[in-house]
């Protein structure tokens, strides 16, 4: 298993460009989440998605949008990029429901700039 | 806004020693408490997870949490370079348990 991927690594943008930051998880896992990681803090919860089909917003999601059309993929948008955004992505999957410790899987991360 | 606390650090601690690593929130619904490891420039792994009040132990890592005073620990016996991260903890919030809160982090640092 390649357990959960995340492409690109690494992406410079412009302000006002948009991109799309891909996730893949083989796991089989219900749940999928977006966090961002600034310098020195702990993750802030963007957007997750209990199963295809339904998104949720978390912590931070202005600025972002995402959408969920497989169990597999969980794809975030950035619209009109902001210096704000410079970050480390990482999107994270686990299995769901509603047993206590429900272990959440990372990504190896995406670093964006916006300059 | 739910919060969670953590002493940023760094923490320096000899080869051997113990490490104790605290943490402290504010949502009182919080269910599920979790510890994650995340190494510089690598993304979280999680080292372990406790739900009951009291103590759980994995190996050279004990996790203790008390509900009513709302604080959770982490304990590293005889710490190892190897353990030198960054220490997240993370507490389920929202009613859920799934939707985490994290803390800042507690940078640890074992020196041989």
């Known amino acids: 298993n390649a357990g959960v991927t995340q492409t690109p690594k690494f992406r410079i943008l412009k302000i006002g460009q948009s991109m799309t930051l891909q996730c893949a998880q083989d796991?089989?896992?219900?749940?999928m989440y977006w966090y961002r990681q600034d310098p020195g803090m702990g993750l802030k919860l963007i957007y997750y998605?209990?199963?295809?089909?339904?998104?949720d917003k978390g912590e931070v999601p202005n600025g972002y949008n995402v959408s969920r059309s497989t169990t597999e993929d969980f794809p975030l948008r950035l619209e009109l990029a902001a210096p704000s955004q410079t970050s480390v992505y990482f999107c994270?999957?686990?299995?769901?429901?509603?047993?206590?410790?429900?272990?959440?899987?990372f990504g190896p991360g995406t670093r964006l700039t916006v300059l | 806004q739910k919060e969670v606390e953590q002493n940023s650090g760094p923490l320096s601690v000899p080869e051997g020693a113990i490490a104790s690593l605290n943490c402290t929130y504010s949502?009182?619904?919080?269910?599920?408490f979790f510890w994650y490891r995340q190494y510089s420039g690598k993304s979280p792994e999680l080292i372990m997870f406790?739900?009951?009040?009291g103590d759980k132990e994995d190996g050279r890592f004990t996790a203790q949490l008390n509900k009513a005073s709302q604080y959770v620990s982490l304990l590293i016996r005889d710490s190892q370079p190897s353990d030198s991260a960054t220490y997240l903890c993370?507490?389920?919030?929202?009613?859920?348990?799934?939707?985490?809160?994290f803390g800042k982090g507690t940078l640890l640092t074992v020196n041989p």
């Open positions: 406790i739900y009951s009040n």
């Open positions: 796991m089989n896992h219900n749940y």
């Open positions: 994270a999957s686990s299995l769901g429901g509603t047993v206590p410790g429900d272990e959440q899987f």
């Open positions: 998605s209990v199963g295809a089909g339904i998104t």
């Open positions: 993370a507490v389920s919030s929202g009613g859920s348990n799934y939707k985490l809160t």
């Open positions: 949502d009182r619904g919080s269910q599920s």
